[in-house]
C-alpha cells in the first residue's frame, strides 16, 4: 500500500510569519513530488515540484526534499491571509499519483 | 481558468439515473486523469489515459466507465450510482508518461464535477 502522510491541521500561524508543512511517504521508489494547494470549493492547483534531494526556491516557497528520509516538506515564507488553504502533497509510484489528505493552513492576519 | 475544463460543474442524479461528465484539456497533452475527492478523505486516483489508452484503473466500480475518444477529450460514464458516490470528480492533464508508464510530470487540474447522488 503506498501512502503519503500529512498532519491534516489545521496550522494556524500568524501574518508573515513562517508556514512549514511536512509530508512523509512510504515508497523507496518515488521520484518526484508535488505540492498543490487547494482553496475550499475549488480543484487543485500547483505550487512546487521536486525531483532532487535538497531545497528548491520560488518566490516565498521553498519545497525541501529529503529521500533518505522520505521527507519532503514545503516552507512559505512571509505567510498571507491569502496562503489560507489545504496544501496537497503528492507522490508518484509509477502510474499512480498519490495524494495525502492534505493540510489545512490558517494565516492569521 | 485553467487549460482544463469541465462539464457540468455540478449534477444532481438519482440512483437509476445515466449521466456523463466531460473533460477537455487545451494544453496539447498526452495523458488524462480522473479523480475523485470525496469530504475528509484524499484524493483518488481512478483511471489513467495515455495517448488514448488506459494504462491504470485502480479498482474502480463498473458503475464508473471512463472513455478518451482522443488525447483531447475524457468522459466518465456514470450509471446506477450510490449515494456514497457522491463528490467532486476531478479531472487532470499531464504531458505525458515516461517510458516505464510512470506520471512524472506536473497534472493540470481542471475545476471539477460536484456530483450529488439522491
Known amino acids: 500500500q503506498k501512502e503519503v502522510e500529512q498532519n491534516s491541521g489545521p496550522l494556524s500561524v500568524p501574518e508573515g510569519a513562517i508556514a512549514s508543512l511536512n509530508c512523509t511517504y512510504s515508497d523507496r521508489g518515488s521520484q518526484s513530488f508535488f505540492w498543490y494547494r487547494q482553496y475550499s470549493g475549488k480543484s487543485p492547483e500547483l505550487i512546487m515540484f521536486?525531483?532532487?534531494?535538497g531545497d528548491k526556491e520560488d518566490g516565498r516557497f521553498t519545497a525541501q526534499l529529503n529521500k533518505a528520509s522520505q521527507y519532503v516538506s514545503l516552507l512559505i515564507r512571509d505567510s498571507q491571509p491569502s496562503d489560507s488553504a489545504t496544501y496537497l502533497c503528492?507522490?508518484?509510484?509509477?502510474?499512480?499519483?498519490?495524494f495525502g489528505p492534505g493540510t489545512r493552513l490558517s494565516v492569521l492576519p | 481558468e485553467t487549460g482544463v475544463t469541465q462539464t457540468p460543474r455540478h449534477l444532481v442524479m438519482g440512483m437509476t439515473n445515466k449521466k456523463s461528465l466531460k473533460c477537455e484539456q487545451h494544453?496539447?497533452?498526452?495523458?488524462m486523469y480522473w479523480y475523485k475527492q470525496s469530504a475528509k478523505k484524499p484524493l483518488e486516483l481512478m483511471f489513467v489515459?495515455?495517448?488514448?489508452?488506459?494504462?491504470e484503473n485502480n479498482s474502480v466500480p463498473s458503475r464508473f466507465s471512463p472513455e478518451c475518444p482522443n488525447s483531447s477529450h475524457l468522459f466518465l460514464h456514470l450509471h446506477t450510482l450510490q449515494p456514497e458516490d457522491s463528490a467532486l470528480y476531478l479531472c487532470?492533464?499531464?504531458?505525458?508518461?515516461?517510458?516505464?508508464?510512470?506520471?512524472?510530470?506536473?497534472?493540470?487540474f481542471g475545476p471539477g464535477t460536484r456530483l450529488t447522488v439522491l
Open positions: 503528492a507522490v508518484n509510484y509509477g502510474q499512480n499519483f498519490v
Open positions: 494544453l496539447g497533452h498526452n495523458a
Open positions: 521536486i525531483y532532487s534531494n
Open positions: 489515459y495515455n495517448f488514448k489508452e488506459q494504462t
Open positions: 487532470a492533464s499531464s504531458q505525458d508518461l515516461d517510458l516505464l508508464g510512470a506520471s512524472t510530470d506536473t497534472q493540470y
